[in-house]
């Protein structure tokens, strides 16, 4: 079993930048694929981005590429989400995931661990 907790989140304005941290407990967690999804009030959970288990993939979004960076730490059980440019369609709750097999997806069904998310509100 995995455990995952999202740190980072908050209010900030249109322009500025937050940095979304997630932790992870066990021993395996080079192997896990991670992923950041994030879901808005009235819509569907949607996938944000990705990262191999070395680190040496990465898959954003349309919606986010240029704006946000996804990073890992294998010896720290770290997953980190740098945002940037934030606008106020980038609210949202944003949770962190793990694949315990290593697969990158994009599907959120896929994932077998979770988070319990943090709040991220950008003002306009």
């Known amino acids: 079993q995995v455990q995952l907790v999202e740190s980072g989140g908050g209010l900030v304005q249109t322009g500025g930048s937050l940095r979304l941290s997630c932790a992870a407990s066990?021993?395996?967690?080079?192997?896990?694929?991670m992923a950041w999804f994030r879901q808005a009030p009235g819509k569907e959970r949607e996938f944000v981005a990705a990262?191999?288990?070395?680190?040496?993939?990465?898959y954003y979004a349309d919606s986010v590429k240029g704006r946000f960076t996804i990073s890992r730490d294998n010896a720290k059980n770290t997953v980190d989400l740098q945002m940037n440019s934030l606008k106020p369609e980038d609210t949202a709750v944003y949770y962190c995931?793990?694949?315990?097999?290593?697969?990158?997806?994009?599907?959120?069904?896929?994932?077998?661990?979770w988070g319990q998310g943090t709040q991220v509100t950008v003002s306009s």
């Open positions: 995931a793990a694949n315990g097999q290593g697969y990158i997806n994009f599907k959120s069904s896929e994932y077998d661990y």
């Open positions: 066990g021993r395996t967690f080079s192997s896990y694929a």
């Open positions: 990262i191999s288990r070395s680190g040496s993939r990465l």
